[in-house]
Nanobody, 121 residues
Framework: VQLVESGGGLVQAGGSLRLSCAAS????????MGWFRQAPGKERDFVAA????????YYEESVKGRFTISRDNRRDMVYLEMGRLKPEDTGVYYC???????????????WGQGTQVTVSS
């Protein structure tokens, strides 16, 4: 499974961004998907996850109500809509695929290269 993220950039606090992740696999709908982020000098942290059908989602507490994860199994895509962005949301955002909807990096088997999100104050 190959994953390619896009949509990162520089945005002011309070603004919005939409991240996309394109998957290269014929079995995309069999994977649960997650988004993680990593700030400089910090560990890679869970942001959001969605199950294979899109019927179940889970969010890290600090992004609840601001971020929305979704997927399109016809297009092999997963998205992260980010709103009311804060400077502490800054980091490299990674898309990941798993056979189980976990919240730790070790539970995910495939990773993209990441896309930088920078939120200025």
């Amino acid at each position: 499974v190959q994953l390619v993220e896009s949509g990162g950039g520089l945005v002011q606090a309070g603004g919005s961004l939409r991240l996309s992740c394109a998957a290269s696999t014929q079995t995309f709908s069999s994977y649960d998907m997650g988004w993680f982020r990593q700030a400089p000098g910090k560990e890679r942290d869970f942001v959001a996850a969605i199950n294979w059908s899109g019927g179940s989602t889970y969010y890290e507490e600090s992004v609840k109500g601001r971020f929305t994860i979704s997927r399109d199994n016809r297009r092999d895509m997963v998205y992260l809509e980010m709103g009311r962005l804060k400077p502490e949301d800054t980091g490299v955002y990674y898309c990941a695929a798993s056979t189980g909807m976990g919240v730790t990096p070790r539970e995910y088997d495939y990773w993209g290269q990441g896309t930088q999100v920078t939120v200025s104050s």
